[in-house]
């Protein structure tokens, strides 16, 4: 198996640019999350790198086959790059059996009927669907169909398998265990995946890359933790988790630190980006990060709760500082003043975004 | 992809709809444009055929007995369609289902042995004519009147409405007219603040629709039209045929040429209403089952003027028709027992044209009619998925025959097998008539295969490419094969507009190319009354039969 590579990918439609100059790769037995918000790029580059959209620019290859080259003027037809790639709907052919739908691509290969069976066979076993087989696709549950399109897409071993979002069309709670069970499936059969997302749990928990995606542009790159833990942008650190946000302006800088002010508190973070004294920035904390403290100290705030909110698991609570809302788990003590720690290495200091 | 798209089967497809569409308008312009037949050596360029159509008065008489007509239908057909699609989507009226589906039958009946129907039923001598006279001591109407065509054609006209409107009121979201309701509206105010102006699109599309229609009414005109000697273009068309003694194809041309002038602008102000329509569709709600108005006592009264509709449009020219070609001769003091036969029938079976019109008719239904719906896919699929080029040019080729009324084709087609050398063969087989009813029917035929393929999703066809097939085996193995049904339903819509079109064929008709439509012009105009009859009363039961199956197969009869 090789490597795909796809090097400064361009893409527009008509006048408005889609995709601003995309680099990636992905190395065989790897699974890569195409991560973003709605409108950012994400569905538009796997469907390039399957063949259904035109670029404008740039390259897409595996190994030694170029999908895709402008300066070459290659486009390979999509039939010929031999790709997997299930599709968000499943799109089963409704007219066509478990079976056929599965066989389909083997029939094109001119593969033979007992080794279709054979694969076939093998195929809707590793997936549980050994005894679905002559059912046609409306007489399935949504996790079987899902289960049918993703053996369609495996059966003749394409080298990348390509998903787009294939977990939106479950049930919130079916939601959970398709995803461990694909991880687990992706695991146990070695397959190189791209998987498009707009979840960042469900990213976290299948790939072993993430690749976030913001407006045509790769925002940040790298392994789940890498994301979560140490977020280079601003607009990654808010996309990856939930965050208490504390505008204000920096007073000192000092060994890659800095000390935010705003009314009524100031705190020292993490610098992220250039920053000097007297710059307008953003205080970012993860709300798992943010604690109930018993009493005054460093990086600490006095606040007021204004209301808690029973989760299951556990108690989210809504406290008030000034005009600011920050909000943390834990057990918080009765209505009135409370102190909440923001431990100074979890706390990043954002540079605010140059006014337009 | 660009490059890709002008494949040589696609090419193909193109090419030959183009050829088929312009070269029959074409002839008709150039031919305009002589003061003579084309195959008339002497003949020269010049703008003799208009100066004469243009000061011939019945020319402009019969224009502006068109433009009357045509708005009459409007004023008619317009608030009666728009009313019963109201009923029918928004009330709890009693027999939907059935209503429903009658509601649709003028559709399918030719108005050629409708206007007949109306003239063996309510015309001077008619069956209940003399049944009136009988009570009221005269007869209370005049059927041959300018006003009694337009009322009729208006009422005969009232199932294009209505499909339009129940078509955007089912597509109109509950939810908007609910969330009108909660703010506040009455059942009322909902349906003139909220309802109706998101219909309005729709009803001025039906409205365009039922003028344009009107404009090219040709059957009741030739048959309503004649006693009183009221023309409308179509029929001062037809009599220019042998107005000279010669054949005055370049007077003929000139007022096509007028016609098409009128009906080529109202096609493509219907398409662009019908682009402006489709700001509202898209708004959908979601499909929750609608609660129906009740009509309480009113209910009865809404019946009733539904069912008096029904009866003048469907039951009375059919039952007169169905009673005439019973009977040896009708008039005051007949009695009905005494004049029953089977004669009528017996005389079209012993003409040889006749039986060969039936036979031919039923051929061009079904044999003919399924090789229109495979012309018809194979031009849908060459602009499937096209974006830009292909099916840019085919979505205006497709459109322009629209424009060109059956009679107008059918000259048209009559020329080109004239003028073209080689197809002098062909003009006296049925293919003739097949070519020229296939390019009237065109628009009709695209619209039932597009709304086939629109059905499919395109990841549908983009799995099957991903899968490593290519892309004409996504034709033959997904595209073609989730159409099946469309097809099908096609080719029974087909076979039944095929088997109720009258006017392409009337140029046509010669030995071997009868068909019952084209037959009955012709025998209208010998006057052999008893094989109008009969044979309509044929026409109507093949019509019947396509309809009866349509309806066990639950074809939707409208796209």
């Keep these: 198996m090789n490597k795909l590579v796809v090097e400064n990918l361009h893409l527009q439609y008509g006048d408005n640019p889609i995709l601003k100059g995309v680099s990636m790769t992905l190395s065989p037995g790897e699974v890569v999350a195409l991560l973003g918000a709605s409108g950012s790029g994400k569905t538009t580059l796997l469907r390039s790198v399957a063949g259904l959209e035109q670029p404008s620019q740039g390259k897409i290859a595996i190994g030694e086959s170029v999908l895709y080259d402008s300066a070459a003027g290659v486009d390979m037809p999509v039939e010929q790059r031999s790709l997997g790639l299930v599709f968000q709907s499943y799109a089963l052919w409704p007219h066509k059996t478990v079976f056929e739908n599965v066989a389909y691509g083997l029939r094109l290969r001119n593969t033979s009927g007992a080794d279709i069976d054979k694969r076939v066979t093998e195929a809707l076993n590793n997936l549980g669907l050994g005894h679905l087989a002559q059912r046609l696709p409306h007489q399935l549950s949504g996790g079987q169909q899902q289960r049918v399109a993703i053996a369609r897409a495996l059966v003749y071993n394409p080298p990348v398998v390509l998903m787009d979002e294939p977990l ?189 | 992809m660009n490059a890709r798209s002008f494949s040589l089967p696609r090419t193909t497809v193109v090419v030959i709809t183009a050829v088929v569409i312009f070269m029959p308008l074409g002839l008709i312009f150039w031919q305009s444009f002589l003061n003579a037949p084309f195959f008339n050596p002497a003949k020269h360029f010049g703008f003799d055929a208009y100066a004469f159509i243009f000061e011939d008065a019945d020319f402009w008489t019969a224009f502006a007995n068109s433009i009357v007509i045509a708005a009459g239908m409007v004023v008619i057909a317009l608030p009666l369609g728009a009313a019963l699609a109201f009923l029918l989507t928004r009330t709890d009226l009693p027999a939907q289902r059935t209503i429903e589906v009658l509601v649709l ?247 040889t044209d006749q039986v060969r019109a039936i036979i031919n008719t039923l051929l061009i239904g079904t044999v003919g009619g399924a090789l229109a719906v495979g012309c018809y896919m194979a031009i849908g699929l060459a602009g499937h998925r096209q974006r830009g080029g292909v099916a840019k040019i085919l979505d205006y080729i497709v459109l322009i025959p629209r424009a060109i009324p059956g009679i107008l084709a059918g000259l048209a087609f009559l020329w080109i097998f004239l003028f073209v050398p080689g197809l002098k063969e062909l003009r006296n087989s049925i293919f003739s008539v097949w070519l020229a009813y296939t390019v009237v029917w065109l628009a009709y035929g695209m619209r039932l295969i597009s709304s086939a393929l629109l059905q499919i999703g395109p990841e549908l066809e983009e799995s099957a490419r991903t899968v490593g097939a290519s892309s004409r085996r996504v034709l033959t193995d997904v595209t073609i094969p989730l159409i099946r049904f469309g097809l099908l339903a096609s080719w029974l819509l087909v076979f039944m507009i095929f088997e109720r079109e009258y006017s392409t064929g009337v140029y046509l008709l010669g030995q071997g190319t009868e068909v019952i439509g084209a037959m009955l012009v012709s025998l209208w105009g010998a006057g052999a009354i008893d094989q109008v009859a009969a044979l309509s009363l044929i026409n109507i039961a093949l019509v019947a039969v396509g309809l009866a199956v349509a309806l066990r197969f639950g074809v939707r009869l409208h796209e």
Aim: charged share 15%; proline share 5%.
């Design chain 2, 105 to 351: 039958i003028p559709v399918f009946v030719s108005p050629m042995v409708l206007a007949f129907g109306y003239v063996v039923a309510m015309g001077p001598v008619g069956f209940y004519s003399t049944w009136a006279s009988a009570i009221f001591g005269g007869v209370p109407w005049n059927i041959y009147s300018l006003t009694s065509i337009a009322v009729i054609a208006g009422l005969t006209h009232v199932p294009h409405v209505y499909l339009y409107s129940s078509a955007a009121l089912k597509s109109l979201g509950s939810d908007v007219e609910e969330a009108a309701r909660v703010v506040g509206a009455n059942p009322l105010k909902v349906a003139l603040n909220v309802s109706l102006p998101m219909t309005m699109p729709a009803l001025f599309y039906a409205a365009v629709l039922v003028f344009f229609l009107g404009f090219e009414l040709f059957g009741l005109p030739l048959v309503l039209g004649d006693p009183e000697g009221h023309l409308v273009l179509s029929t001062y068309l037809f009599k220019l045929t042998n107005k000279l003694g010669t054949p005055s194809y370049h007077l003929m041309a000139a007022v096509a040429v007028c016609i098409v002038a009128v009906t080529f602008p109202l096609v493509l102000l219907q398409r662009w209403l019908l682009k402006t329509a489709g700001k509202y569709v898209s708004v959908k709600g979601k499909a929750t089952r609608q609660k129906l108005l009740p009509l309480r006592g009113w209910k009865w009264l809404a019946l009733a003027i539904v069912a008096l509709w029904l009866v003048f449009t469907i039951v009375v020219p059919i039952s007169g028709i169905a009673l005439r070609a019973f009977v040896e001769q009708w008039g005051e003091g007949i009695k009905l027992a005494d004049v029953l036969t089977l004669d009528n029938f017996r005389g079209v079976f012993d003409q």
């Design chain 1, 168 to 356: 939106s069309n479950l049930d919130a709670k079916l939601r959970e265990e398709a995803r461990a069970w694909l991880r687990e499936l992706i695991v146990r059969l070695h397959i190189s995946a791209l998987v498009v997302t707009h979840d960042q749990t469900e990213a976290m928990a299948m790939s072993d890359r993430i690749l976030l995606l913001n407006f045509g542009v790769i925002e940040q790159q790298g392994t789940p933790e890498e994301m979560y833990n140490r977020p280079q942008t601003q607009f990654t650190a808010e996309f990856m988790g939930s965050n208490n946000h504390l505008p204000g302006k920096v007073s000192q800088v000092a060994d890659g630190r800095a000390l935010l002010e705003g009314e009524g508190w100031r705190l020292w973070g993490v610098t992220r980006g250039e920053l000097k004294p007297g710059d307008t920035a953003t205080g970012i904390i993860r709300l798992e990060r943010t604690q109930i403290a018993n009493g005054a100290a460093d990086n600490r705030v006095r606040t007021e709760l204004v209301t808690g909110m029973f989760l299951g698991d556990r108690r989210e609570n809504l406290f008030k500082l000034g005009e600011l809302r920050l909000r943390c788990y834990g057990n918080a003590p009765a209505a009135g003043e409370c102190w909440l720690e923001l431990p100074r290495e979890s706390l990043w200091v954002f540079p605010a975004a140059a006014p337009a």
